[in-house]
């Protein structure tokens, strides 16, 4: 992993502008969760959709109470848990629904496990899991990335990696996902740590945007 980091970099560094925010920013440090199944990473995931994530840690908090002290519940128990009780939680029935459908998935076969990942290339796990119920392409890109450590993702629908390019070249606007996909090309087979330095760099704009307290 470090090596391959290394590569990344010397390969984004042939951009100045890379190079200037990598050498504010340091290595990359993706986090990636080697123990977590696509599984529980995908109802992690649920949780976190269009909510803070402070909101979504909460939710995720007292979901794992429900079935202390077991761990991170099997889907044969979400599926038997009570509708009142998920909802309890903090999860709308929306929510609920996508849950209940990623077990089922699970247990169908149909999202994979690590070891059956492995063996699937990134558009065939986007392909099969995206026929889930509230799973978009974003999601899996999140799980490709952060849980299966894939290298070579760059998520063009994220916000923060677009906004990251934006204030990486200094855009007026960001670019669209097609260009920015097209742009990303030369990044390849580290996309992955480019998407991570943009999300790096967008929030260094947010930083920017923050006014200054006065003395």
């Known amino acids: ?15 100045k ?8 920013v340091g290595p990359p440090q993706l986090g990636i969760e080697r123990g977590r199944s696509p599984y529980e990473a995908l109802m992690r995931a649920i949780a ?11 939710i995720l908090a007292r979901f794992e109470a429900l079935y202390a002290p077991d761990g991170f519940p099997a889907p044969e128990r979400v599926l ?3 509708e ?10 929306a929510k609920i629904a996508s849950l209940r459908a990623i077990c089922t998935a699970t247990l169908d076969g149909k999202v994979p496990s690590r ?3 492995a063996r699937l290339s990134d558009e065939a796990l986007i392909e099969r899991l995206t026929l889930i119920r509230g799973i978009g392409r974003w999601t899996v890109e999140m799980l490709l990335i952060f849980t299966l450590g894939r290298p ?17 070249k200094g855009l007026e606007l960001a670019p669209k996902p097609k260009v920015l996909a097209e742009i990303g ?12 330095y943009l999300w790096r760099a967008s929030d260094e704009g947010k930083r920017a945007k923050q006014p200054t307290s006065r003395a």
Request: net charge positive; with cysteine.
């Open 152 to 168: 070579d993702v760059l998520p063009v629908d994220d916000f923060g990696v677009r906004d990251g390019y934006r204030v990486l």
């Open 17 to 24: 502008s890379f190079a200037a925010l990598i050498e504010r």
């Open 115 to 117: 070891r059956i990942s």
């Open 185 to 196: 090309l030369p990044w390849s087979p580290y996309r992955s740590i480019a998407a991570w």
């Open 48 to 58: 976190h959709q269009q909510l803070h994530g402070r909101a979504a840690r909460s």
């Open 80 to 82: 038997a848990t009570q």
């Open 1 to 15: 992993m470090v090596a391959q980091h290394a590569d990344a970099m010397r390969l984004l560094r042939q951009d």
């Open 84 to 93: 009142a009780e998920l909802r309890a939680c903090g999860f709308s029935g």
